[in-house]
């Protein structure tokens, strides 16, 4: 007895695993779930910790061991979905942004999201003109550490926050003349609500950017707003396809397609590449969830996606949750007293310092960072001029759950799509976790030669492992003529195996098919409804005029064969 005892106490103990969750402040929230525990419980959990009631626009992000970013599906098991031993390591993230961030219901959520935005302008996922960079970065300041002071903040203090990947002195002094001069007395909920207006009128508001290649071998980002499917490419939007005119999205293997309709006679075909087949299905998942979420009016619109045409073949995915329009029509019952909220202040960040008052991340020289900055410019302008960027095509934002003035500021700025006076790369940010002085010559180098940083590892941070310097962009792993003759190669073996399976389905069908005729006829079964089908006429003339004299010819080649193998063996 003692001994059953002691192992189901051990079977129980094995059923536990610990959790970790990074919250957007980069504190930790830490449980223990239940082995068979779902995503939603998980999440549950932490929206009751935060005391968020406004919770469809989050979700839970994990990376695995090849560095693939993942959404928690709260619908499935979170051991299944994770691929590595515990504990887990995961990262709480805006999943679907507020089409009018300014306008939710209530603060603590602005204050998430305005979290999340600032998070995005360090990584370089946010990019804006210089001039929207200096009011977003001052409106940080002006959250974070209160009116000017000139005791506490002497000259240059601006430089003592990093807001961006990188940027120049002048910038930094117009920070600090906003900040000084047209900011006072505005309190941090005014100051988070004035930074969400200002971020939601930018092209890249809400793009969580998913690197691809388009046909021609040239890298791009592909990416899901609020408001449509958007491509990037240099520092320009090439390609913006609103929700209603979106009709479907494939993939197979690491290709990605984009279905459209523009106009009644006018469809679009967009077809990109993806690194790794396990990118291209989170890009399509990541599209489906999106389309479904901003387009469909009622949850109970939502259907079941399939990859492919064919039912045997593809990946088939769900969205489950509710849509924006329901999401806004319960945000608007909610009726409580405001909840306290806990700012993040001073504490330093994990992977987003730009309240820390410590030094700049980098220990360059001021000159030797501005000739970097002068480099970078330089690229970024023979790369604005190159032949790189495929034709920019002129299309206006979509109505739905569009604000009045960011529909008026694009229509002057939707001729030329130029979203940036730099080139929309967030893998050329700095490192989002503070280095030692000796490494900092490498990250610089590293910044000029346009090698990753910011979202590999950042998928490092949430997966809590050390970065590994070994990670390069796939898209200088492979040359233009390697892709062209791979991607024949694929094309010939994605032939064989559809081939494949058909018949493989065929096979099945046909075996499936004469197990019931042999139940039909050769059964005893005495049930209703193969009864009913025994009586019918129709089955009894193809029992005695086919089956029958079939099952005979059968019977005598099996006897002929048996008898011939008896002889032999005689």
């Known amino acids: 007895m003692l001994s059953r005892f002691m192992s189901g106490s051990i079977r129980n ?7 970790t969750v ?11 779930i239940q082995r068979d525990a779902k995503g939603q419980y998980l999440f549950d959990l932490i929206c009751h910790h935060l005391n968020l009631l406004e919770k469809d626009y989050f979700g839970i992000r994990y990376v695995d061991p090849d560095k693939q970013r993942h959404w928690l599906e709260f619908s499935k098991s979170i051991a299944k979905q994770m691929k590595c031993q515990p504990p887990f390591t995961m990262c709480l993230r805006v999943k679907f942004y507020p089409p009018e961030p300014a306008y939710l219901k209530e603060e603590i959520t602005r204050y998430f999201v305005f979290l999340q935005i600032k998070r995005d302008l360090y990584h370089g996922r946010l990019l804006c003109k210089t001039s ?21 903040h002497p000259d240059g203090y601006s430089s003592k926050f990093q807001f961006f ?3 120049s002195e002048k910038l930094e002094r117009r920070i600090s003349d906003i900040h000084k001069r047209e900011l006072i007395g505005q309190t941090p909920e005014t100051s988070e609500r004035n930074f969400l207006q200002k971020a939601q009128m930018l092209e890249t508001y809400g793009v969580d950017p998913h690197p691809c290649k388009d046909v021609s071998g040239n890298p791009a980002f592909l990416a899901f707003t609020p408001f449509g499917f958007v491509v990037l490419q240099g520092n320009k939007r090439v390609h913006f396809l609103k929700w209603n005119e979106l009709t479907k999205l494939k993939f197979e293997g690491k290709t990605f397609h984009v279905y459209a309709n523009q106009n009644e006679d006018k469809k679009i075909i967009l077809t990109y590449f993806a690194p790794t087949p396990e990118a291209c299905k989170h890009l399509w998942k990541c599209g489906v969830e999106n389309q479904a979420f901003y387009k469909l009016e009622k949850s109970s619109q939502v259907r079941t996606v399939s990859s492919s045409n064919l039912f045997f073949k593809g990946s088939r995915f769900r969205f489950s949750g509710r849509v924006a329009k329901e999401v806004m029509e319960q945000s608007a019952k909610i009726k409580r007293e405001p909840p306290e909220i806990h700012r993040a202040g001073l504490v330093p960040s994990r992977s987003c310092p730009s309240i820390t008052h410590g030094p700049r991340l980098t220990s360059v020289p001021r000159t030797r960072r501005r000739a970097v900055h002068i480099s970078i410019m330089e690229g970024l302008e023979s790369l604005r001029d190159s032949a790189h960027s495929t034709p920019v095509r002129s299309v206006s934002h ?7 003035s960011r529909s008026q500021a694009t229509d002057a700025s939707e001729r030329t799509a130029v979203i940036s006076d730099e080139a929309y790369s967030p893998s050329d940010s700095v490192l989002p976790t503070p280095v030692a002085e000796h490494s900092m010559e490498l990250a610089v180098s590293r910044q000029v030669n346009g090698a990753p ?6 998928k490092e941070s949430e997966a809590g492992t050390p970065m590994r310097g070994e990670v390069g962009d796939f898209g200088a792993q492979e040359g233009a003529g390697g892709d062209t003759a791979l991607s024949e190669v694929e094309q010939v ?13 065929t096979i099945g069908l046909l075996f499936v098919l004469l197990l019931l005729l042999i139940i039909l006829t050769e059964s005893d079964l005495d049930i209703a409804f193969l009864r009913d089908i025994r009586q019918t006429p129709e089955f009894q003339q193809f029992h005695f005029e086919y089956f029958c004299p079939l099952r005979r010819w059968f019977a005598c080649k ?3 064969v048996g008898g011939l193998l008896i002889n032999k063996g005689e």
């Open 13 to 19: 103990l094995d059923r536990e695993y610990s959790c």
């Open 22 to 32: 990074r919250l957007l402040d980069d504190s930790e929230y830490t449980c223990t």
């Open 132 to 152: 929207d960079a200096a009011m977003l970065a001052a409106h940080i300041l002006q959250a974070e550490i209160g009116n000017y002071d000139p005791g506490k």
């Open 165 to 167: 990947p990188k940027h």
């Open 398 to 404: 979509g109505e739905c759950f569009m604000p009045r």
């Open 453 to 458: 940083c910011s979202i590999e590892e950042e």
């Open 493 to 505: 073996n994605k032939f064989v195996l559809s081939v494949l399976r058909l018949l493989l389905v």
């Open 558 to 560: 099996l006897r002929w």
